[in-house]
């Protein structure tokens, strides 16, 4: 069975850090999770930070998130399923309903770039908070035939700069630095 990660909004927002995650996770290299809380985040920044006017936003957005949950039926968490728990969470309090979908729904690891906003203590849970760097790192080493399988694949699909596997990294330099590093000093290996 895949590794199964909870994504939070900061993870889903940067669209080239998104599209990577969710291109690995559609090739079965790991399973993802969100919930409505989380999308609706997702939706509110996307809408603040919107280069386009109200209307071609909204829209914008709503398509986003149509093909996101139309491509992985199973990645909702329903918010029934940790409402309860969000007042018992340890972490930051804005940012407790994440955990506590993250736990409710058995997540392995959940991703995050916020790492000073879900310190929990030892033995609180068994899913652990990484950094989106950390995440893909591990996805990496774990499958990387797959992993650049699916980059390559992602490529074919997008315009200059990201239409290939190192301008897709390239593009992840500030957000997840060491992946990014790592994955070029392994291009070699596994893109002849």
């Known amino acids: 069975m895949a590794f199964v990660a909870f994504l939070?909004?900061?993870?889903?927002?940067?669209?080239n850090l998104r599209d990577v995650i969710l291109t690995i996770a559609e090739v079965g290299i790991c399973q993802i999770r969100w919930s409505p809380d989380v999308l609706d985040e997702l939706q509110q920044t996307y809408m603040k930070k919107s280069q386009v006017d109200g209307s071609k936003a909204e829209a914008g957005?709503?398509?986003?998130?149509?093909?996101?949950?139309?491509?992985?039926?199973?990645?909702?968490?329903?918010?029934?399923?940790y409402v309860h728990m969000i007042a018992a969470m340890p972490n930051a309090p804005r940012d407790r309903h994440?955990?506590?979908?993250?736990?409710?729904?058995?997540?392995?690891?959940?991703?995050?770039?916020?790492?000073?906003?879900?310190?929990?203590?030892?033995?609180?849970?068994?899913?652990?908070?990484?950094?989106?760097?950390?995440?893909l790192r591990y996805q990496l080493e774990l499958a990387p035939q797959e992993f650049f399988r699916a980059l390559k694949d992602l490529a074919s699909n997008r315009h200059r700069p990201m239409?290939?596997?190192?301008?897709?990294?390239?593009?992840?330099?500030?957000?997840?630095?060491?992946f990014a590093s790592q994955a070029q000093t392994m291009l070699a290996d596994y893109l002849p």
């Open 98 to 135: 994440v955990l506590a979908a993250a736990i409710a729904c058995r997540a392995d690891v959940l991703v995050t770039a916020n790492l000073k906003d879900f310190r929990v203590p030892a033995g609180f849970c068994d899913t652990d908070v990484q950094h989106p760097d950390d995440f």
């Open 8 to 15: 939070d909004t900061c993870v889903l927002f940067p669209a």
């Open 163 to 178: 239409n290939s596997v190192p301008g897709i990294l390239n593009s992840l330099q500030k957000t997840v630095p060491k």
């Open 61 to 81: 957005v709503r398509y986003l998130l149509g093909i996101m949950q139309d491509a992985f039926p199973d990645a909702m968490v329903d918010r029934s399923h």
